[in-house]
């Protein structure tokens, strides 16, 4: 079927007239050793702790613009407030949760059932139930997650799906509700990406099989360039951003 | 391969300006995605946008020189992450590598999310008389999948429907009541897609970044239905022209600020999603086998070509079709094939050949428009000129089809235009056998032999009786250049 990949490299040194092995100059971000990019990594880290309060301003302005109704929240009391009426608004019966360390400072099950709904785990106990799972979450009314990072820049919200943490609960109920806390803020692309690049490294090349960068709800401008929200994703996306963890 | 129809250019182009519901949606997608772009670019200021352009270049000129060494780098990453990685030298190979992933997983629904070298490909037909059932899922792609039409622009496939032909459409295709309400649409879209979602067994989709550090695939979209294709089914397939690698994550940063604004004027799209082989064990979801497959058919071509090789560094942004004016009148399908506009009128001779392609290179006013307007800074007018030397000259064994009477009127203008003395008795001569014929100085459609070519689709002005340098003698060179003596 394919052809053996020298072969493909072959084809692609004769068209460029190169002989095999890498650039002559070595491509300086690559070049960069362990310690340099752990190095970058710890100022990223600092510095994003140093500017915590503009961050959250700049989150907090950016992420509206960029299609999210942003609650800003002194601690977890408020943020509960906030789920609680936003389930009983949008009369949630059911709530599609992650497993994250968030819920443990705000836990968001008791402020569902508050509003009369129940809030529910998504997450598979055995593969068996894995068709059950999907059939609920296609059903829930909200999803809820954490955000392993928060872009200032962009106004997005990044999660790492893994265990505790499907793929589909940010993307599958109508409504996603994601909660950002202090320490998940970065300012820039740039930023997040010199993080991700050292755990790369750290974990001896892996850093998961998948990065969702989430910025306003689900749209689409495919018929006469007008703005619809909610084709395939969420049509409603809020962010809880708490001012103190 | 998706059928190449680029031979029928030049009547293509006469039946689309006639057309006014096309005239219509192009005029609404040119102004609405070149003004959000300007605006963009306007936010950050044109001197840092300059600053991300040639870093952006700078990139690509490096990864593409040496491609051959990030593609090993790709690949191994890939494979670490436990995927696999294919590599398709044509269309063919690469049709019959995601039918065999298809056999070998027992599959019998495909979603897609959008990807145009699946229709370079023609992959959906190959699939599709395997008995299996495809799903295009961008709301665009899954328009002209029902009318059974390509696309015809590279971000906004459906671009040349309104809403009419779409709500006449879906009543025809889906049974449902006709609304024109695009919310309505949409939605429907979305009830019809959900359980297609829910019950693929494989998701195909494309790639705007391959990450040869991470043995990552980026896609960027805005529905969720690139979310969905690679997160719900058993298997996912990535497939990606060859020219789509970029060394570092860290690279990734001035791209996703580039590519959304260049594309349609958004500062970031809604989704980002960034694919690094299958799910893990302990994941909860994702799919258990992940392929990637690299496709020449044609690259190598423009890459051995120092003059067209920076066409690979494209994006796929669609910047140059919002402004070029040929384009925004004639609309992508009358360039015969799947990369329409100024780009298209290079990278499309560069894989089909040039020989059913060399109309193409003549499809642009050498305006400049797409080369400012380009995210890397790509010298489009400058290979379209190439194009239309190399098809009348010739260049290797390709020979060029300029005729002799082409190239004696060429030698004969360029006399002309180097000696002024000849370029005066040409007006002259030329005044004294149009003038009866013109009316207010400018000769409309007429059916004079060879004349007729040109007043066909334009006005041809009558040469004035006087020439701008007599003019100069003989009343402007004493009085200053601010003159405003008639």
Wanted: glycine share 8%; net charge negative; proline share 5%.
């Amino acid at each position: 079927m394919g052809i053996p990949s020298a072969q493909f490299r072959e084809t692609i040194r004769a068209a460029l007239g190169r002989q095999s092995g890498p650039p002559a100059e070595p491509y300086d971000v690559l070049a960069e050793e362990f310690p340099a990019l752990e190095a970058r990594a710890e100022a990223v880290r600092e510095r994003a702790a140093r500017e915590t309060p503009e961050l959250l301003d700049r989150m907090a302005e950016t992420a509206a613009l960029r299609g999210w109704n942003v609650q800003r929240c002194d601690g977890a009391e408020e943020a509960l407030d906030y789920v609680t009426s936003l389930a009983r608004s949008l009369g949630a019966t059911s709530v599609a949760r992650s497993e994250q360390e968030v819920f443990e400072t705000v836990p968001v099950d008791a402020a569902v059932a508050g509003a009369g709904g129940l809030c529910w785990p998504a997450v598979y106990d055995g593969p068996s139930s894995r068709t059950e799972v999907r059939q609920r979450l296609a059903e829930s009314d909200m999803g809820i997650t954490g955000a392993d990072y928060a872009i200032a820049e962009t106004g997005s919200v990044v999660v790492l799906p893994r265990r505790g943490l499907s793929r589909l609960v940010s993307v599958v109920p109508p409504v996603h509700l994601a909660i950002v806390r202090p320490s998940d803020l970065l300012g820039t692309l740039d930023d997040l990406f010199a993080l991700r690049r050292l755990e790369h490294v750290r974990n001896g090349g892996d850093m998961g099989s998948y990065l969702n960068f989430i910025t306003g709800p689900s749209r689409t401008a495919d018929i006469e360039q007008t703005i619809v929200v909610g084709v395939h994703g969420p049509r409603e996306v809020h962010m809880v951003l708490l001012d103190k963890e | 391969m998706a059928e190449v129809v680029t031979r029928d250019f030049v009547s293509a182009t006469q039946a689309a300006v006639k057309d006014t519901q096309l005239r219509q949606a192009l005029r609404r997608a040119g102004t609405g995605f070149d003004g959000t772009r300007r605006e963009a670019i306007h936010e950050v200021t044109p001197e840092v946008w300059e600053e991300w352009r040639e870093q952006a270049r700078r990139i690509k000129e490096h990864t593409i020189g040496h491609l051959d060494y990030y593609l090993e780098m790709l690949e191994r990453n890939v494979t670490a992450a436990g995927g696999r990685v294919h590599f398709a030298a044509d269309a063919g190979q690469a049709n019959a590598i995601v039918a065999q992933i298809a056999r070998d997983n027992g599959v019998r629904t495909v979603t897609k999310s959008k990807s145009m070298v699946s229709e370079e490909l023609g992959l959906n037909h190959v699939l599709e008389a395997q008995g299996i059932d495809v799903f295009e899922t961008d709301l665009g792609e899954y328009i002209i999948q029902l009318a059974n039409e390509t696309p015809s622009h590279l971000v906004a496939p459906a671009l040349h429907k309104t809403r009419r032909q779409v709500a006449q459409l879906f009543a025809d295709q889906l049974g449902v009541p006709y609304s024109e309400d695009i919310e309505e649409m949409a939605r429907i879209a979305r009830v019809v897609l959900r359980q297609k979602f829910l019950d693929a067994d494989m998701g195909i989709s494309g790639a705007n970044f391959l990450v040869a550090e991470t043995g990552s695939l980026v896609i960027i979209t805005n529905e969720g239905n690139g979310r969905l294709c690679t997160s719900a089914p058993r298997v996912h397939v990535g497939l990606a022209g060859m020219e789509k690698v970029i060394p570092s994550l860290q690279d990734l940063a001035v791209f996703l600020r580039l590519l959304p604004r260049s594309a349609t004027g958004q500062r970031i799209t809604s989704y980002m999603s960034m694919v690094t082989g299958p799910r893990r064990p302990d994941d909860e979801d994702g799919p258990e086998e992940f392929h990637l497959v690299i496709v020449d058919n044609g690259r190598s071509r423009l890459l051995a070509d120092p003059a067209l090789r920076e066409s690979l560094y494209c994006i796929r942004c669609g910047a140059c079709l919002n402004v070029c004016p040929v384009y925004q009148r004639v609309g992508g399908h009358a360039y015969g094939w799947v990369y329409p506009g100024p780009i298209g009128s290079i990278v499309t001779p560069g894989l089909v050949g040039l020989g059913q392609a060399k109309d193409l290179p003549n499809a642009s006013t050498l305006c400049g428009a797409c080369r400012d307007a380009c995210p890397v800074q790509i010298n489009i007018p400058r290979m379209l000129l190439h194009l239309r030397h190399v098809a009348a000259e010739g260049q290797g064994s390709y020979q060029g089809t300029g005729s002799d009477t082409e190239s004696l009127f060429a030698r004969g203008f360029a006399a002309v235009m180097s000696s002024p003395r000849l370029l005066n008795l040409g007006r002259k001569m030329g005044r004294w056998l149009l003038a009866p014929l013109a009316n207010r100085g400018v000769l409309g459609q007429t059916r004079l032999p060879v004349v007729s070519r040109w007043t066909r689709a334009r006005d041809l002005p009558i040469p004035p009786p006087r020439s701008f340098a007599e003019i100069w003698r003989d009343e402007l060179s004493n009085s200053g250049s601010d003159s405003k003596r008639a």
